[in-house]
């Protein structure tokens, strides 16, 4: 992990590139599994898993009953550390729940917003190295509490008892198909998995290509999620075993994460990299992070001013601010996904269980995109009732753009009914 | 327009098809264009619009003070039309500004979710057959109440005065670049034109399909926004007249425009066919409302429950309920982009002056996407901050997800925490 000098404003783009991605081979192979989907359903479902992941399950849907005592094989310290994340995840999302908004704009004119749930949603919940039973709190508790009416989920065949636990808690059907297979399926529908209306999820890069190959055809996603992403800002008073820590817990994802540390502390950043190639020794997953810290930076900055305002040029996913005046730093954040005040903030506490959702943005399309919130898992259509009164007050107005717009049509669906005093009552008898 | 007799629900998919969108020609089109902007800038731009609307500017931005400048061209009538227009949109939009949300979650953990402005984004206003200076408000009012620092623009050269007066009442730069390509140019940036973080404006074919294969690569947009839609559920109440003529004002929008009239009233249907027939001929636009209305249709329902039960399906982008229980019914529609209450609330009132929002998601998007709201000028960012106590509390709960998710790392920034009894005021002296 290279250590960096003080940045010109200018360099911001070169230096802070992140890992390339996605490559032509691939988004050719999963357009060829989405057409393959589309034409055959559960038959293509069947033929790719057997060849991505080596099995083809006889039953696509996981049975209920197996989900329900799955919960059997699960020790309760770890029924107990979910349990407290799901009370703290749900309290934080259902303060998020929007309202319903209404205006009466101008007399007899009357409109509204109402935001009401997404009817039916898919869940993306990856397999691979382990069992992402976070991933399983993160989306359906706000599908629930959005109100879906109906909430599926797929995961690549082999999921653990954990996992299927964890879906057990909710009202879901399962479904044991991974990869772009799964989003093509959930996007699509077959015989077996129901077409959904939105999609969620993380995933790996095959995943991620399925998803935005689908979005450029119509389908709703949470967002474009790929390889995690964690900017430290440290000052002096940061303590670098725990600076150390945050980011080799991100750099232990995949070999594609990137962590950043930005300090104006020669000494912080010197004994947090010192301190990180300690604790990386100790690792399980080592040899995954130091691959990531082939691209992280350290990098040495003018002030704290110039650390956010690098901050706001990357737009990390997850942004800790390891330094003493932290709340007031918090406030003047603009660009990122989650952000992780004070030095007993670690950045797990938000993949996990302080509330916060864990799907966020990277990439930096943190500039434009938002991570999962209630209100993902919803959508709003507004309403407009107009009195006599109010059209006749306002007819004029709705004339005069239509005729500029050159559209008749418009302005004589209000003339027609200026031109008859109807009998509200019963106009059908005008 | 033919008129159907009940439908079966097996019989919905078949029957409200819509008229089929795009050709792979102009998509292999639309991803040159993509390429030439990326690639060349400005030179792209100009030579694009020479080779497809005929003109290159010598200077891609309109100059402020020609926008300042264009309301002297610009009636009084008119400016008055825009001005109750924009007050009614404004005072809806501003109502829509999302509350920023702070929960303990338990105790010492806090957890807020922030609602920002997106910082930079582009707005995409039609040229073509007229001046859409509605669009200009629809998009402009929300972004300025959302707070956008840099609003941009891009509309067609040979933008009329009334367009020009309208970009002129806000804060944004103006560019005369229309199509494919100025989406490319406010998604990619090229020496004139600033990229922006998300984009947002309808448009035609090649507009779309450039905003959908450029969402591909992870760039944020509004929504797809297609041709526009309509249905209308009458009952026995509505006026025959009033019918036609809000059918016809989104027939005259274009060519593949899509109207729908259910109806549980024979007579109704009969009539509002009749009308149909009288008000088209009047209409300048009456070729291009032919042409929508050959796949437009006219379906008799069993009762109000199967308007219902038809629109839920179809997910109409306008839905107008000219029922006499119109405010019960509308609480139960759940896939729509606006809704149109009662006898006097025309469609088109929502398309410029009620103060409802124009910009809606069409072909069946209602169902997973929203219409423009000032909430999608904006992102929202969580917060986290946990004391040394919530740290105590809550580390359980994280180490043991954490190895159950076999990522030692996320555990240790816990562990490494509640190792150490911090002097909280110092930590970096550890």
Same mark, same amino acid.
């Given at each position: 992990?290279?250590v960096?000098p003080?940045?010109?404003a200018?360099?911001?783009?070169r ?8 490559d032509e081979?691939?988004?050719q192979? *999963? ?11 559960d *038959?293509?479902?069947r033929?790719?898993?057997?060849e991505l ?8 849907? *996981?049975?209920?009953d197996?989900? $329900?005592?799955?919960?059997e ?5 770890l ?6 994340a799901a009370?703290n995840?749900? #309290?934080?999302?259902?303060?998020q729940l ?13 409109c509204?917003?109402?935001?009401l749930?997404?009817e #039916?949603v898919?869940?993306?919940?990856p ?13 359906a ?7 879906c009416?109906?909430i599926?989920a797929?995961?690549?065949?082999g ?18 198909? /991974?990869?772009?297979q ?18 969620f ?17 119509g389908?709703?996603i ?5 390889p995690?992403?964690l900017?430290v800002?440290?000052?002096?008073s940061?303590s670098?075993a ?16 990137q *962590?950043i540390?930005?300090?104006?502390s020669?000494?912080?950043?010197e004994?947090?990299?010192e ?10 997953r080592?040899?995954?992070a ?5 691209? /992280?930076?350290?990098?040495? &900055? ?5 650390a956010?305002?690098i901050?706001?040029?990357y ?5 800790v601010?390891a &330094? #003493? ?6 406030? $003047?954040?603009?660009?990122? /996904?989650s &952000? ?6 670690p950045e797990?506490?938000?993949d ?6 864990h799907t966020?943005p990277?990439?930096g ?8 919130t ?8 507004t ?8 059209l006749?007050?306002?007819g004029?107005a ?5 005729r ?5 049509g418009?302005?004589?669906a209000v003339l027609? #009914? ?7 009552d019963k106009?059908?008898?005008?």
């Amino acid at each position: 992990m290279p250590v960096l000098p003080e940045l010109a404003a200018g360099d911001y783009d070169r230096i802070l590139r992140r890992p390339g991605a996605g490559d032509e081979g691939m988004e050719q192979r *999963v357009r060829t599994i989405i057409r393959e989907v589309a034409d055959e359903g559960d *038959v293509a479902l069947r033929r790719l898993s057997l060849e991505l992941d080596g099995v083809a399950p006889d039953q696509l849907e *996981v049975p209920p009953d197996v989900l $329900r005592k799955a919960g059997e094989a699960v020790g309760n310290d770890l029924k107990g550390a979910i349990s407290t994340a799901a009370s703290n995840i749900r #309290r934080f999302h259902e303060a998020q729940l929007p309202d319903d908004v209404s205006v009466e704009t101008m007399p007899g004119v009357k409109c509204s917003i109402r935001y009401l749930a997404i009817e #039916r949603v898919g869940l993306y919940i990856p397999g691979g190295s382990a069992p992402l039973l976070s991933t399983v709190l993160m989306t359906a508790i706000p599908a629930t509490l959005a109100g879906c009416s109906q909430i599926i989920a797929c995961t690549p065949p082999g999921a653990p008892p954990e996992l299927l636990h964890a879906f057990g808690l909710f009202n879901i059907r399962v479904f044991q198909v /991974g990869g772009a297979q799964a989003i093509a399926a959930m996007a699509l529908g077959t015989e077996s998995i129901p077409r959904v209306d939105k999609v969620f999820g993380p995933g790996n890069a095959w995943v991620t290509a399925a998803k935005m190959q689908l979005a450029a055809r119509g389908l709703a996603i949470d967002m474009p999620a790929g390889p995690s992403e964690l900017m430290v800002i440290a000052d002096s008073s940061a303590s670098p075993a725990f600076v150390a820590a945050d980011l080799l817990s991100q750099a232990e994802h995949g070999p594609d994460s990137q *962590v950043i540390l930005l300090s104006d502390s020669m000494p912080v950043i010197e004994k947090s990299l010192e301190a990180l190639r300690t604790q990386l020794e100790a690792l399980p997953r080592r040899d995954t992070a130091r691959r990531a810290l082939e691209h /992280g930076l350290a990098i040495r &900055v003018r002030d704290m001013e110039q650390a956010l305002e690098i901050s706001r040029h990357y737009g990390p996913e997850h942004l800790v601010l390891a &330094v #003493r005046e932290a709340g007031s730093m918090a406030e $003047r954040v603009t660009n990122a /996904g989650s &952000v992780f005040l004070g030095h007993h903030t670690p950045e797990s506490a938000g993949d996990y269980a302080s509330g916060t959702n864990h799907t966020l943005p990277t990439g930096g399309a943190t500039r434009g995109w938002s991570g999962i919130t209630t209100a993902s898992f919803m959508k709003s259509i507004t309403f407009q009732e107009i009195a006599r009164e109010g059209l006749i007050a306002l007819g004029p107005a709705i004339v005069g753009l239509a005729r500029a717009e050159q559209l008749e049509g418009h302005a004589q669906a209000v003339l027609q #009914r200026l031109a008859k005093t109807v009998n509200t009552d019963k106009p059908g008898k005008q």
